[in-house]
T-cell receptor, first 116, second 114 residues
């Protein structure tokens, strides 16, 4: 199984440009997440989705938008990239069993994004 | 703000020695997860703890969750070079109005020397 696949793996953007990061999972997971990882800050949740057609804000949602049109895909968009969005972005997915009983998240290999 | 505090931030251990990493929460943990990350790679799931007092082991790694479900520890016995990496604890923050929320600690970098 491919698990969680992120594309692209690397990208360099200029300030003000837009782009979309794609996350695909083949495990039929209900939940999907987008995180960013910065030195000394750990992983911070940007947005997440508990099912197809639903999204919710995480800890640091400003400057990002997401969509979950299909259960297996979760897209992260940057409308107008800023240098502060330079980071490593991780996508993850997990099963949902019940409230307070989330299953472990499976992570992609990350997308390294630099905004000049 | 970091509601999950990990300590230490980093540690250097000699091969064959034991090490312990702690993860403390200001709120009750409904689920506590330990992950390992190698530089430049994604996170690999290690263990999940849900019940107060729970303890799990896999090979030389043992994780515990205290009775109050606010503190967890990860212990590695007789460390090897393969144990080097960044260890992160994560917590399920799901509640009646926040299903699916998840939060991570800042991570502990482990270096194993010969």
């Amino acid at each position: 199984n491919a698990g969680v696949t992120q594309t692209p793996k690397f990208r360099v953007l200029k300030t003000g440009q837009s782009m979309t990061l794609l996350c695909a999972q083949d495990m039929n997971h209900e939940y999907m997440y987008w995180y960013r990882q910065d030195p000394g800050m750990g992983l911070r949740l940007i947005h997440y989705s508990v099912g197809e057609g639903t999204t919710a804000k995480g800890e640091v949602p400003d400057g990002y938008n997401v969509s979950r049109l299909k259960k297996q895909n979760f897209l992260l968009g940057l409308e107008s990239a800023a240098p502060s969005q330079t980071s490593v972005y991780f996508c993850a997915s997990s099963y949902f069993i019940g409230q307070g009983n989330n299953q472990p998240q499976h992570f992609g290999d990350g997308t390294r994004l630099s905004i000049l | 703000s970091q509601e999950l505090e990990q300590s230490p931030q980093s540690l250097i251990v000699q091969e064959g020695k034991n090490l312990t990493i702690n993860c403390t929460s200001s709120k009750t943990l409904y689920g506590l997860y330990w992950y390992k990350q190698k530089y430049g790679e994604g996170l690999i799931f290690l263990m999940m703890l849900q019940k107060g007092g729970e303890e799990k082991s896999h090979e030389k790694i043992t994780a515990k969750l205290d009775e109050k479900k606010q503190q967890s520890s990860l212990h590695i016995t007789a460390s090897q070079p393969s144990h080097a990496g960044i260890y992160l604890c994560g917590a399920d923050r799901s509640g009646t109005d926040s299903w699916g929320k998840f939060q991570f600690g800042a991570g502990t970098q482990v270096v194993v020397t010969p």
